[in-house]
């Protein structure tokens, strides 16, 4: 994170079109004076969530390539992760925050159509459908 005592110049300029400075500036990601508590931004949850998501269905693939009970276990856990990542962003019903559902079914859905993997792409909107079957009260 950028403290307010630092630049760009900090970095190395291959990250610099990453770090969202304008984002960061308006941020309410604050630490108390004697870092005992640090609140995060609805933002930076999502974040969390899709980049959880991700990461399991990148997992799930590779599970599919690994012969025997070790493949079969690592599909499952994955496809468990993914699960417990939607229920802990979507929420179960009744569920106060739609937006938040649908924000990450966005997101998930603009990386489905910008891979070009098939596999990966079949799996984020598989994900998404999940999502959305949330957000209309289906389980």
């Avoid at 693939?61 to 012969?67: D, F, L, P, Y």
Wanted: charged share 20%; net charge negative; proline share 6%.
């Amino acid at each position: 994170m950028i403290g307010p005592d630092q630049d760009l110049s900090d970095f190395p300029r291959w990250i610099w079109p990453y770090i969202r400075v304008e984002d960061l500036a308006k941020s309410r990601v604050l630490a108390a004076q004697d870092n005992t508590h640090v609140t995060a931004t609805p933002q930076a949850a999502l974040f969390g969530h899709f980049a959880a998501i991700v990461q399991a269905v990148q997992l799930k693939g590779m599970a599919t390539r690994i012969e025997g009970p070790v493949g079969a276990q690592l599909g499952k856990a994955s496809s468990q992760a993914i699960l417990d990542e939607i229920d802990d962003w979507c929420g179960t019903k009744p569920h106060p925050f739609p937006h938040r559902a649908a924000e990450l079914g966005t997101h998930l859905a603009v990386l489905a159509a910008s891979s070009s993997s098939d596999q990966l792409r079949t799996e984020l909107l598989s994900v998404v459908q999940q999502i959305s079957g949330r957000m209309s009260g289906a389980r």
